[in-house]
């Protein structure tokens, strides 16, 4: 009985000590959440899953950046630079686009209810499975053109564009 309780401690230090390199490895989200962002540069950097929920990206530039998974909701982002962003699976939900540049960027699977695209430039973005609602696609559709260099994918059809 008492070799069981010893034989389950010594597999228990050993499970953990194997696995503690694994979690130093991880490392949180970076968080811009509520943050002044106005003209920063993000452009072609690592952004996966970082957070800039509420914060003013006004004028700020993520052009090529990877924003797999990001967090933008409810953040001002008007005349953000988005050109060739991936922003895959990213929460861009209640977001001012407003005179942004979209062009190129793969926005697959997003969800982008209630976003504002006001003069935004979406020539060759990419909107696979993306969450819209009606009243934005057919406003994206009236200025949908090009063909996503990344994916192959036309915007209009992206959008499912009549």
Request: net charge negative.
């Amino acid at each position: 009985m008492f070799w069981r309780q010893g034989l389950a401690l010594i597999l228990g230090m050993i499970v953990f000590f194997i696995a503690s390199p694994a979690l130093a490895d991880w490392t949180h989200p970076l968080s811009f959440s509520n943050a002044e962002l106005t003209r920063r540069d993000f452009s072609g950097q690592t952004l996966q899953a970082a957070e800039f929920s509420n914060a003013n990206l006004e004028l700020t530039n993520f052009t090529d950046a990877d924003l797999r998974g990001a967090v933008l909701s409810a953040s001002v982002m008007t005349q953000a630079k988005l050109h060739g962003a991936d922003l895959t699976n990213a929460m861009v939900d209640q977001v001012n686009l407003t005179g942004s540049d979209l062009s190129d960027a793969v926005l697959k699977e997003a969800l982008l209810l209630r976003a504002v695209f006001t003069d935004v430039n979406i020539s060759s973005a990419d909107f696979t499975d993306a969450v819209l609602d009606k009243a934005q696609i057919k406003e994206l559709c009236e200025k949908a053109s090009g063909v996503n260099s990344k994916t192959g994918v036309q915007t209009r059809d992206s959008l499912g564009c009549q």
